[in-house]
């Protein structure tokens, strides 16, 4: 019987399956840990729902559906949101129902006027342009409840503390900046002016 010599022997072969399987084993645990961190990531915290109406949320474009505003002052309101989340604050804004733009600014071309409401997203960037409380969701202080009819909401209504004023003169100089005007029934109440131009893109 032939003997061979422990130099000549052959080469035991590699284990290549033992190899593939700890790589895999190995990719697999790394997947699992990416996972469950994933899954215990924090949720996003969201804005309580706002009043009655048609609201719009954050998006920087507000949703006007069904209500009469022009394209022009579609844009207009989008730029007056812009600029509002730029100082952590939120828009919102509805269709005032029954409005056909005649509304004490002499007639708005077809335009639907609007209520017209701020939220904090941010209360520390807020306050560098409101005044009063200022907690993150809340709605800024104005003095009489948005979309509610009453003397107090009366742009010429007085007997307010210093900060509802400020605030109340704040937003309306706002609004005027992306040709709106307040109508005088309200603080909230706002129509786009007739033949202003159209917002720069």
Known sequence: MPVTHPLHAPPRPIRYLSLASSLALSLALALAALLAACGHSPPQTALPPPGPGRPVSTEPAPG???CRQTPAARAALQGVALELQARGLALQVRCQEGS??????????GNGSSVV????????QARAVLRGPLADGQAVDMGTPCGVASPGAAVTAGGFSPDVQYNRQWLRALMARHQFD???????HFAY????????R
């Open 193 to 200: 002016r007739a033949g202003a131009p159209a917002p720069a």
């Open 64 to 66: 006007l559906a069904g």
């Open 100 to 109: 056909g733009g005649s509304g004490g600014n002499g007639g708005n071309g």
């Open 117 to 124: 409401q701020l939220r904090v997203l941010d209360g520390i």
């Open 182 to 188: 307040n109508l005088p029934d309200a603080w909230w």
